[in-house]
Every structure is written in C-alpha cells, then in structure tokens.
Nanobody, 115 residues
Framework: QVQLVESGGGLVQAGGSLKLSCAAS????????MGWYRQAPGKQRELVAT???????NYADSVKDRFTISRDNAKDTVYLQMNSLKPEDTAVYYC?????????WGQGTQVTVSS
C-alpha cells in the first residue's frame, strides 16, 4: 500500500510559478514510476509528466519547456515545478505512483491560473 499526499497548489497569475510536491508513504524505490496528471472541469484526466525509477522523464507537449518533474529519493517525494503558467493549466493536479501490483493516486491539489 502506498499513500500519496500532494501539496503546493493555489492561485497564481498567468506567467507565474508554482511547485507541487507529492510525498509517498513508503520508499519510492519500490515504485516503478511516478507522475502528475491533471483534470480540468468537464475534461478527462490527462498526463502532465512522468518520471521512472531510473530518472527518465516524459512530458505532455503542452507543458514541455515550462514544467519540470523531479524526485528526491531521500525524502520519498516527487516534485512538479511549473513555470510560465497559463490559464489553461487550471485543473486539479493528481500524483500517481505505479508499482508492479497496482497504481495509486493522491487526493489532488487545485491549481488555478488567473488571466
């Protein structure tokens, strides 16, 4: 069982920055990959970024060059640094952890970008 707790969401003006954190309840070394997804009102949940245990990253085209995913193995935490935020980035952001058994999700954190 893995519990994920997200934090760092909030309200920011367009062009601003936020850093999301996702703390795992057990060592992320047992997790194959972690990622951030987001869901805007009336839309499906979509991939934002992922990072494997080996550190390989993947980004949605819409956030490339603006967002950076990283991990701190000592703190069992994954981060999402979001720069140059746009109103269309407004959504609930969810942390995901993939193990060999199943996938776990956090409760989500709201990010609102005002124009």
């Amino acid at each position: 069982q893995v519990q994920l707790v997200e934090s760092g969401g909030g309200l920011v003006q367009a062009g601003g920055s936020l850093k999301l954190s996702c703390a795992a309840s057990r060592s992320i070394f047992v997790i194959n990959a972690m990622g951030w997804y987001r869901q805007a009102p009336g839309k499906q949940r979509e991939l934002v970024a992922t990072i494997t245990r080996g550190g390989t990253t993947n980004y949605a085209d819409s956030v490339k060059d603006r967002f950076t995913i990283s991990r701190d193995n000592a703190k069992d935490t994954v981060y999402l640094q979001m720069n140059s935020l746009k109103p269309e980035d407004t959504a609930v952001y969810y942390c995901e952890a993939v193990t060999i058994v199943t996938t776990y999700w956090g409760q989500g954190t709201q990010v609102t970008v005002s124009s």
